[in-house]
């Protein structure tokens, strides 16, 4: 079941945020002069006020879309799930439980979309193929002209961090980001994904070690060592260890 | 109480978590000083605090990634106003036209989460099948009184702005829902008690946006479709300015579901 967690301790409160993701992740955008917390502005928004989800969707579009980003391949696609994320929050704001955070709810959907959409694609989420045939891309930012070469060096492992990442099954996926991406606490990650506390630390365990297992592989593959199969039933979108 | 991690099969078996600090700190302790006194286990550490770092690593190379300007609100907005659940200011003839029946008819490469216009079908749900083929009967009979040409071509055609709000939703169009089945996404986790679901379409016939978000002040259908049909300016029959800008909407009876 899933954890209430009062108003005050919200993924931006102090309980919420790991020390080294404060240091990691630059700073939410500022709330507007005056605009409220978010309770407020879902108040103002279910009474009718446009520019209360405006400014909702502004507060929280880039994390939203950096959550989304980190699990789906292509700016694109991130684009899509977010904007349908905010799309399905506006329809159901007159539902809205209170006894949540908005960004719990948000993150939920988002997540919720991202696992939907890699269920529908193939396990290599590394490239985008187009149906008109058009060639297939790298998903992740080419290196820009004239940056520094340690920058594309970084770039590149983010890209092979990114693909390690996709051939994890989703449940795992979604934890890995919540809790080392952006940095969520295990309970808040909990309420977002629908799942116990427990149940997350051991996807939390079992996600990082095959993470690990994974990157060695491929490390091992690439520097022409042994090429041992993918861990068993649990990279490549298969669900068979959930407890 | 959980049982501390002693041996060396329970600390490595504790690595993953341990790397992170996820283990209770009791916990936490007895893996640290288990590890500083044994290389194979200080070794393991050291690889699975590798392999977390390449992730802290990647959430530090996209933490400034960002939507590209101008943000996701125009989209929704624009969205939103198609969709009649919000007024727009846009105009919905001339230009302002074009442009939203360019978006509706575009086919983007790579998009899987929906049809050719992201979230077009979603607002699709909301129209009752007796209601949108009302719809469709009306915005005919208007196309007819207002061009004055018999088989107006202006309602129903493919892509046009008229067909949203006039053609029935397409059997079995649940192009945004998931595995899960109609109702919302797939959920993992079980206990799944504040998932968010679409709304389920009312059965009985009802005017068009009947318990949408329609502006307040436009409660008659015919009005509202006459006042998106005419006028280049977006305005109403009278010439008034967008007769829709700046309307409030009002919500349908609120329903708490939990």
Known sequence: MSERRSESNGPFGAQGREPDADAALPPEEPAEPGAGPDHELVRRAQAG?????ETLVRRHERRAWRVARNMVPSDEDAQDLTQEAFLRVFRSLDRFDFQHEFTTWLYRIVTNLAIDHLRKRRPSFSTTASTQGEESEIDLADPRDGRPSDAIESLETAAKVQECLSALAPHFQSVLVLRELEGLACTEIAEIVGATHVTVRWRLHRGRKLFQEEWERRKRLAEGGPGEEPVGAETANTEGDSP | MERLPESCTDVQASLPLF?????????LDAVARHVGGCAACRALEGRARSARELLLGLGREHAHAAPPAPGLWPGIRGQLVTGGLLAGAAPLAGPGREAVERELTASRPGRVLSGPVSGRAWHRAHLGRASAAAAAALLAALGLLLSGEPGSERSGSPGSVDALVGVPPAAGDASLRGPGGPGGPGEIGAGNATAVHLPAVAPEPQPAFEGALRPAGLE????MHRALLL?????????QPNALAGQRWSLGPRKKVH
């Open chain 1, 49 to 53: 006020e446009e520019r209360a989800f």
């Open chain 2, 19 to 27: 790397v992170g600090e996820d283990l209770e700190p009791a916990a």
């Open chain 2, 220 to 223: 008659d259908p015919s009005l």
């Open chain 2, 231 to 239: 006028s280049p300016q977006g305005g109403g029959a009278s010439g």
